[in-house]
């Protein structure tokens, strides 16, 4: 015989599976719920987004609208072409998206231009667009057109500012070809540079063969090819100055397409 304990449990059984049951019915129910409700929230949030972001998908009150176009940071030629790129004016809807596109198509256009940045003044409706000049390196002087270049051999339109006047130029035969130059000729370059005590007139540089020459007070040097372009600067600093100590007279040459088996020639010039 059962207890009475044991029939009691068995009596309530059911009830407590039934009620287990729908326990985890609602459970499941609130779970996909509340999934319902981030995913709900998450489109909101995805389309507010687009409204705060994209001009064109906001009700035209609530557009970002441009009162006036201020240009900083430089001025003359480099502000004047910026000018050119710049299409809106006016009245005319402005959203976040626009100004990081206006920044990129600068920075891609305009590689004298080492940073843009481009917001908006909620408050007076200004469009800003601030501007930064690279640093030039040195000037190159092609057959047509004259260029800058930075350090990293970057080259970019010269608009020729006053303050680049005194800049070392080289004087390019053959067409400039690449948005860098050769890391030998940067290299080069450098060294001329470092020695300021070398009377150098005139830097050529072939951009086809790759030889360059140098014509100094009182000699002209065939430096031969770019490699080891900075050993052959310090080479011919000694030979000017040792020429000098010595007393000859100019001009004369001084031949480098040797260099690569140690010889050096000088001889005077015809």
């Keep these: 015989m059962l207890s009475r304990k044991k ?19 609602k459970r499941i129910i609130l779970t996909l719920s509340a999934f319902a ?4 929230i998450f489109f909101a949030l995805n389309k507010a987004a687009d409204m705060i972001f994209d001009a064109k998908s906001r009700p035209q009150w609530l557009q970002w609208h441009v009162e006036k176009i201020n240009i900083s940071g430089e001025e003359g030629a480099i502000a004047e072409e910026v000018g050119k790129y710049i299409t809106f004016k006016k009245g ?5 998206s626009d100004c990081t596109a206006l920044e990129g198509l600068l920075e891609n256009n305009l590689k004298e231009l080492k940073k843009v940045s481009v917001w908006r003044n ?8 601030k501007i ?16 800058l270049f930075a350090e990293n051999g970057l080259v970019f339109n010269d608009d020729k500012s006053p303050q680049y006047a005194s800049l070392l130029a080289v004087k390019a035969e053959g067409e400039i070809k690449d948005e860098f130059l050769p890391k030998e000729f940067v290299e080069l370059v450098k060294a001329v540079k470092a020695e300021t005590g070398l009377p150098v007139e005139e830097f050529t540089v072939n951009m086809d063969s790759s030889v360059f020459s140098l014509r100094l007070k009182g ?4 430096m031969g090819g770019l490699k080891d372009g900075a050993a052959k600067i310090k080479v011919l600093k000694r030979i000017m100055a040792e020429s000098s100590r010595r007393g000859f007279k100019g001009p004369f040459e001084i031949d480098f397409n040797y260099f ?7 001889r005077p010039s015809a």
Excluded: C, H, M, Q
């Excluded at 409700?37 to 709900?40: D, K, M, P, Q, Y």
């Design 219 to 222: 000699a002209y040097a065939d």
């Design 37 to 40: 409700v981030i995913l709900a």
């Design 260 to 266: 690569g088996d140690g010889k050096v020639y000088l």
């Design 92 to 96: 005319d809807a402005v959203s976040y």
């Design 122 to 129: 909620y408050f007076t409706g200004d469009l800003n667009i």
């Design 7 to 25: 029939k009691s449990a068995r009596r309530f059984a059911p009830i407590r599976g039934k009620r287990e049951k729908a326990l985890r019915i």
């Design 132 to 147: 930064r000049k690279r640093e030039p390196f040195a000037r190159i002087e092609g057959e047509k057109k004259s260029y």
